[in-house]
Structures are given as structure tokens and as C-alpha cells.
């Protein structure tokens, strides 16, 4: 017994030996053992989004995005405002982000700094890296491998920007991966329960972006087509039947809302402020080059990709991808590995079919624009990385992991997140501090009301700090509608860009002729101009 | 051409310094050789450069002086590291095992089917830090095998990483695999009954007195000349021209510029980095050598045979991509070919020898061939013509090509700074004509070692392997 636990340092010219014994091996092997790796990846997740949250709302850059504003103002406006409600979720956009911040956007400091949609970015990126994690130990990856693929997660340094705003990305990457990992368990155990909560998740994605619409379609042929070839016609329609019909359910309901409260079921898709619309009007100028060439497309999405989680790890996520169909027999993890690249393949084609609008350096000379879509492919790079760097040959298991954390700290140290760009110098910004600080002085002092159009300006009201119940705006019915015909009886201020009608409230007071009489410009902008009532009828 | 660009000419200068005015500082006219790699730091110019190449090439400067042929002497020194680092690869594969006939075949490919070729016969850094690496990996290979006198290897292992920080700042980093195989290879793990036993050789530490006393020597140059024992080149403000006795530069001349060296990459350079080293026509190591590419087949069975050793060579080969992909000038300036990448394709070479010698298929042979033959073709051009190709951008304004194209046009005007040619040959051979003589001579030897002496080699071995008869 003598031997067993012998613990030694011997030190002599030639050599240093340290020798341990097998009881202290031992302990230290079940110390190891007992971590909880996945409350490890957790805890860290949640320092770095607290901590990068604190870093970039300190330098405002959590609020620079137009489109980060907008959802906070929407959220705002179903809970204060000229008319409250839950109609103020509006169309275009998909709701659940919205109602996610309804806890908290009534409080003006978490209106303001941000932290109402932070918060629910910030608990999609930790839970995107805890279930990244799970993924990948759940497809048989090692512990050193899942801890390569949660880092190249939780360490991007574009996700660590988008997890402290409030912007849709993160909400849609954190329920993608949930989704992505229930899909990996049904595909592994078969169980039904497991299939249930990735269609529950798959209906989070459909009520967050439209990517998960086609994430819906995506994972309804995957878990069909590998339901069919192992088990026959009967069990992959009942399979198919009970996900598609949760699944689709975000899907229907968005329908449904826009059938009520636009009297249009496609309304967010057809309306003069959907997004095609705005592509249209693009086309027209000749700036969306990626419609109808689907070569441009995969280029500006490849560079959108690589800008984004890194040009390494895109590659080695694509040979990640590929070992992992090829090693993988069982088809319903190759359908589960299919899915992962739904993404991927929902933004080239919205860029060919001209849905949507991405400028890069690279393709479009000095301007960005909407760069951050191509954050969506990190789930699949992280995961198939993961899976990679678990195979026993040493020179990728070393190699792999070398070159990544090279690519990562070389991000951190020169400090480049190309969404943090496009936020300060790209078209998703516009630098309205200005404009809205004018504003709060000219109209803070007072209780008038203010005609204003949040689809072109809602960045512009959130810059003024001033409460939703001062603006008249598309969404209080009516009294815009009055507003736009007789402005002066009720709207003491107006915003809007004068002169070219890009917005609704320019095009109406173009058509008055009382206009320039009534109203005079207290204020020009680089974005809009200001103008106060020369002088305000009595209230009746 | 000797003397065609501006780093050549910065090192020379500096050489010129320390030997005529016995001083760092580079004064009047040869201050103004250096130009535009000219630092300004304190009302006093210095070589951009670190000093190691001018101090290295010194000697020879000063032998080749008396015979009047210093010049001359200095640029033999890139040739004579080209032709070690050669004959290095030959002996890291017979190290491996690898049939001579592949082990010699892989020293050619490096020697003149690649774009280093042009760069044996300019005063650049390049061949010299091929041979740190090269030679720091030969030499923990000798290392292991704790044979007498053993560590004199380690010595040398240090010795070779000091010297490559006072050659080039990157080297710091480009070594790191091999001190890291040089670490490993000093320890020892092993399960003895239930115990594990961890031994490390103390010579790694005690042999780290050559990195010690070289490291101290340029800290202190720091120190003297800039008051920093760590400052590096680059925080010396860069004087683009001097005119009546005032500095012309693109900085702020009444700031010392603050920079470190990781503040030289930069993630976002790095998909075009990748483009431009690996496949544009501007600088590709592909579009130059793509015998390179089947390389890739030899790290496979690499692998098998030796797996430490492949996967040190691979780290060095991905760190020199990664490193100079994120530099802000992955084109080299106006250079031929990737020349950031001339320590990769030695240790691709070293790959391709064991591609040769592990699928031994003649017809594996006969394809790679073309490949061959039009990477001996590139290089060629390079080395007999010019190494002035600008990058793209700056080559479209001025109208000129921006590939080896602009090679060829030389060649038919018969431009070139060979010595040998325009010594002894310019009155009975154009210079295409002189090409193709050199082209041909290649060829012929390459064809001799890829398809002859295989042939040879394996009958001497079969021979030596069947029982004599008494």
C-alpha cells in the first residue's frame, strides 16, 4: 500500500520529476468530474453579457442601430402613449421581441438606456451559449470540444454587441439554438416530448424574424422527409402533422393579427411600410443589386458570413458541416444537421428574390447596411466546429482550436466588430442626437402634441426623450388621420423632411396649401426638419 | 535588380552605417538610400528595420570590401541561407525516412519552383527566417534523442529564436511552434504501475543563455538609441522624403507614434489577406507554385508516420498565413509573388516530399509534373527579371500589370540584373533565350530526380535487401 499515493519532487541537475500517486489521480479525476461545466458556461456567459452591456451602453452604442430605437418606441407605445394598446405592436415587424420588453418599457430609464430590449437579448445570448454546449455534448462531442464550440459563440465579438441592444438577432439566435438542440434530441431518442419543444421554440423564431419562417419550412421537410425514409408514409405524416401544427402556430396567429387589426392577412407584407416595399422603392434607385442575380447574392452573403463570425470559422464550420453529414448515419440527425443551414439559405434568397438589402465594403464599396444578417449562420459554424474539434486526430483537435482562439483574440484586440461599424458609420444609423435634443427644448417645456411618422422617424422621437403620449403617429387612428387633413387643429409641432414626400407627414402637408402659413421651421436636421404651430387655436 | 526596392536598400544602408560611420544612425546620403523605410526618432534617422540582417551581412561587407566586390558579397548572403535551407529540408526528410530521390526532389521544388527564388538574391529578411525555422526544427529533432552533447542543440534552439527577434519583429511569434516542440520535447509523461511521472529536462532552462545575452544586446540598442528596451521599429515616426534638410512624413511629426506590435494585424484584414496570399493572381501562392497545393496530400501521411512533428510544421505554416493574412499589407509592397509566405513553402516542400514518398505511384508523379513544370516557369520570371510587381491598386493608375505578366515583358525587353547573364552572356543569348536554356536545365534535373532515380533508388534498395548468395 506503500506506493499508491506517492507524491514526489525530485529535483536534480538534469531534471525536474514530479510524480503523483494514484489516490491523489484519482481526486483529482472525480474533482474534474464533478464540475458542473454547463453552471461554468453559464456563469461566464452571464459576467460577459453584463459586462459588455455596461461597456457599450457607456458609450451609447447600444442605441446607435435606427432599428434598436424603433423597437423600444414600439414597445413603449403599447404600454403609454395617445393610444395605448396592444395594436401598437404594429405590423412589419414580428411581435415577440415587443413583447418581451412589455415588462419593463414602462419605466423610463429602461426605456431609454436600452435595457428593455438588452435585457431580453442578454438572456438569448447566455441561454445560446449554455444550449450550444448541450448540443454539442448531446451529439456525442467532447467536453473540450463543446467548450470550443460555446466559445466561438459566447467570444464573437459581433453577438456581444448585438446581445446588449434591441435588436432581433439575439432573441432569434438564442430560440434557434433551444430549437436546434430539442430537434438533435428527437433525432436522437425519437421523443415525442423533444419534438414538441422544438416546435415550440421553431413558433418563437416565426414570432421574432421571418428567417424563422423558413426555419418552420425548413424543419417541417427535414423532419418529414427523415421521418418517411426510416419509418413509411403513416408515422411521418402524424410525426409531421403534430410539429407543423405547433410549429406553424406564430405563423397563424401573425396572419390572423394583421387580418384583424389591418383588415389584411398580409398586410406586413403588402403595406407601403413592409419591407418589400422599401426594397421596391431601392430597386427603383437602382441600389439592390442583389435582386435577380443570385451569384451577387452568395457573394454579399458569403462576405456577410465571414464578416461576422470570422473567415476561419466560417471554413471550418463548413468542414465541421460536412464531416458531420458524412460521419453522421442516422437521418435524423443529418436533418437536424440540414436545418442548421436554413439561415443560411432564407438570407441569400431573400437577397435574390429582393426582399431584403445588405451593402458590405466588399461588395458595395464604402457603405454597410443591414451587415449584421449574416450573424445568423453562428449556431451552425459553432455547433459543426464543436463536433469537429471532438474527433480524436490530434492535429485537428489541436490545430482547429489554435487557429479560432487566434481569430477571436485577434477580433478583441483590434477591436473589430463590423456591426459596431454599420452602427456608427454604416445607413443602419443615423447620428439624430441632435435633431432630438432641439426638439426636447423646443417642445419639452410644453404639453403639445407633436405629428410625427414612426416609420421614418421613430428614431428621431426616442432621440427627444419625450413621452410617447406627446406624438400623433400612425398608430392613433384617427387623430392621425384628422392630423394629416388639419394639422393645426391639433398638433402644435410637426417632424418631418421637408420638400422631397418621403415621408407620409411631408406628402399630406405638401398638399396644403395652409401649410406654410401655419406652420413655421424652427429647426432643419440632417434627417427632418422641426416646425412649430406660428400660432395654436383655443382648445375646444 | 539589386537595389530595385526600398527594404533592400534600408538594410543595406544600415550596414553601410555600422561599418563606415560605426554607428546606428543613418546620416545624409545614406539616410536618404533608405528612403521611404526611413524611421525619425529625436532629431535622428534610423533604419525601419530591426538590425539584425545589416549586422548579420556585415562580414561579408566588410571581406567583400577589399576585394571591391562588397555588394556583391552582402547579396551572396540571402543566396548562401537559400541553398542551407535547401540542403535543411534534404535532412529533415532523411530524418523522416523519406527516400532520398523525394527528399532531394522536395529540396528542388523549394529551391526553384518556388517564388523564393527570387528572393535569394535580394536583401531581404525572408531565407533568413526560413532558416531559424527551419534549422530551430532540425535542431530539436536532434535534440531528442538525448545523445552526447545533446545540449548543444538546445543551445542553438535558443540561440535561433534570439537572433530571429533581432532579424524581424513577427519572427517573435513565426517561432513560436518551434519553441513550443522544443518545450514538449523536454518533457516526458509517463504511467509507471499507477503513478504518472512527470520529468522535464532541466537543459531547456540552462541553455536559454544565447536568448538571454542577444536579448539583452538589443534591448539595450533600444534602450540607447530610444530610450525603451522594448520599442519597436514601428514607433518611429516614417519619413516618406527629405527635402532641404526637413522631414516629409504622413504622421504627426511632433508625436511619437504609440504602437504595439499586435496593433500591425488586424481581424478585419483578414478575408482579403486570405485572397491575397493564398489565390489572387496578384500575389497567390497558388497562382504562383501551384505545385503547393499537393502538398496537401503529403501532410496526411505525415501524420501517420510522425504526428508531433506534423503537427509543429502545420502550426508553423498556419500561423505564417494567419499572421501575415491580418497584416495590413499582405501584398509585401511591390514584391513577386507572397513572399510573407517563403517560410511556408519550405515546410510545404518538406510535405511534398512525403507525398512523393508515401503514394510512390508513378502516375501521382507524372501529374504533378505540369504542376511542376509551370511553378519553375513563375519562378524563373521573377528571379531573372524583376521582383518590382505593385499591388493592384496602385498598379491600374499607373497603367502597369500587377502579375507576373509584367515579368514577361521584361524578360522581352531584356531587362534583368543578373549578374551571371549580363557578366558573361548578355553578347551571345537574349535574355528569353537565356530563360529557356535555364528553364530547360531545370526541367531536365527535376525529371532526373522525380523519375530516374526513384527507379535507381528502389533497385539499389532491392538489391541490398535480398540474402547474398555464398
Known sequence: ?540 | MPFELSPERGRYALTLAIAEDKTFQLKDEIARMALPDLGYYKGNFFSIFPPGISILVLPFYLLGKMINFAQLAVFSVPAIFAVLNSILIFLILKKFEVRSSYAFIASLIFSFATTSWSYAVTLYQHHITTFLILSGFYYVLRFQKYRKLYWIWGLLVWLNYAVGLVIDSPNGLLLLPIMIYFLTSSFEIKIISTQLNIKLKTVIVYTIIPFLVIGFLYGYYNYSYFGDWFKIRKNLIKVTDIKDGNIISNEDTSVTPQKYVLGLFDAKNIPNGLYTLLVSNERGLFYYSPIMALALLGVISAYKKRVRETIILVSLISLNIFLYSAFGDPWGGWAFGPRYLIPSMAILSIFLGFAYHSIRSFWFRLISFPFIIYSVAVALLGALTTSQIPPRVEAIPLGIDYTYIRNLKFLESGQTGSFAYNYFFKNYLSLAQYWLVIFISIVILMSIFLFVAPYLERRKLYEWSKPKST
Open chain 1, 1 to 540: 500500500m506503500n506506493g499508491v499515493n506517492q507524491n514526489q519532487l525530485k529535483v536534480s541537475p538534469g531534471a525536474v520529476e514530479i510524480t503523483i500517486g494514484r489516490i491523489t489521480l484519482e481526486k483529482i479525476s472525480t474533482w474534474f468530474a464533478s464540475l458542473n461545466v454547463m453552471a461554468i458556461v453559464a456563469f461566464f456567459a452571464s459576467v460577459l453579457s453584463g459586462f459588455f452591456w455596461i461597456y457599450f451602453s457607456s458609450r451609447g452604442y447600444n442605441l446607435t442601430y435606427n432599428d434598436a430605437m424603433s423597437h423600444l418606441d414600439i414597445a413603449r407605445r403599447v404600454v403609454e402613449g395617445v393610444k395605448p394598446g396592444l395594436a401598437q405592436l404594429g405590423s412589419v415587424w414580428l411581435p415577440l421581441p415587443h413583447i418581451l420588453m412589455l415588462p419593463t418599457i414602462w419605466n423610463d430609464f429602461f426605456w431609454h438606456s436600452g435595457l428593455s430590449g438588452g435585457i431580453p437579448s442578454m438572456i438569448s445570448y447566455v441561454l445560446a451559449c449554455i444550449f450550444t454546449y448541450k448540443s454539442i455534448r448531446l451529439l456525442g462531442g467532447t467536453e473540450f470540444g463543446a467548450l470550443i464550440g460555446t466559445a466561438v459563440v459566447a467570444l464573437n465579438t459581433n453577438f456581444l454587441y448585438l446581445q446588449t441592444t434591441a435588436l432581433t438577432e439575439p432573441l432569434f439566435l438564442g430560440t434557434f439554438i433551444l430549437a436546434t438542440y430539442y430537434l438533435i434530441r428527437w433525432a436522437k431518442t425519437q421523443d415525442i416530448l423533444s419534438l414538441v419543444i422544438a416546435a415550440f421554440f421553431i413558433l418563437l423564431t416565426g414570432l421574432t424574424r421571418y428567417d424563422g419562417w423558413f426555419l418552420l419550412v425548413f424543419a417541417l421537410f427535414a423532419v418529414f422527409l427523415s421521418t418517411y425514409f426510416k419509418n413509411g408514409w403513416k408515422k411521418a405524416e402524424g410525426t409531421t402533422v403534430l410539429f407543423g401544427t405547433l410549429a406553424s402556430l406564430g405563423v397563424i396567429v401573425w396572419f390572423v393579427w394583421n387580418l384583424v387589426i389591418f383588415g389584411n392577412p398580409l398586410y406586413f407584407a403588402t403595406s407601403e411600410f413592409s419591407a418589400g416595399a422599401q426594397q421596391e422603392r431601392m430597386y427603383a434607385a437602382g441600389v439592390l443589386l442583389t435582386k435577380g442575380d443570385i451569384l451577387f447574392s452568395l457573394k454579399t452573403y458569403f462576405f456577410s458570413m465571414i464578416d461576422n463570425i470570422g473567415v476561419y470559422i466560417f471554413f471550418f464550420g463548413l468542414i465541421g458541416w460536412v464531416y458531420f453529414m458524412v460521419k453522421n448515419k442516422n437521418i435524423y440527425l443529418r436533418a437536424a444537421g440540414a436545418v442548421l443551414l436554413a439561415p443560411m439559405v432564407f438570407n441569400i434568397l431573400s437577397l435574390y428574390l429582393g426582399q431584403s438589402a445588405l451593402f458590405l465594403p466588399e461588395t458595395m464599396g464604402n457603405s454597410w447596411f443591414n451587415v449584421r444578417y449574416g450573424i445568423v449562420v453562428l449556431p451552425w459554424a459553432a455547433i459543426c466546429i464543436g463536433f469537429l474539434v471532438s474527433t480524436r486526430n490530434l492535429l485537428v483537435k489541436i490545430l482547429i482550436p489554435a487557429i479560432i482562439l487566434l481569430e477571436i483574440g485577434l477580433s478583441f484586440s483590434s477591436h473589430y466588430s463590423i456591426t459596431i461599424v454599420d452602427g456608427l458609420v454604416g445607413a443602419s444609423q443615423k447620428n439624430v442626437t441632435l435633431i432630438g435634443s432641439e426638439i426636447n427644448q423646443y417642445a419639452g417645456k410644453d404639453n403639445g402634441l407633436i405629428l410625427a411618422s414612426v416609420a421614418s422617424h421613430d428614431a428621431i422621437l426616442f432621440s427627444s426623450g419625450l413621452p410617447m403620449r406627446r406624438f400623433i403617429h400612425e398608430g392613433t387612428g384617427k387623430l392621425w388621420m384628422d392630423s394629416l387633413q388639419n394639422p393645426d387643429q391639433y398638433a402644435q409641432y410637426i417632424i418631418m423632411r421637408s420638400g422631397d414626400g418621403s415621408d407620409s407627414v411631408s406628402r399630406a402637408m405638401m398638399k396644403l396649401e395652409s401649410f406654410p402659413i401655419k406652420y413655421r421651421m424652427v429647426y432643419k436636421g440632417d434627417f427632418a426638419d422641426f416646425y412649430e404651430r406660428i400660432s395654436f387655436p383655443p382648445q375646444q
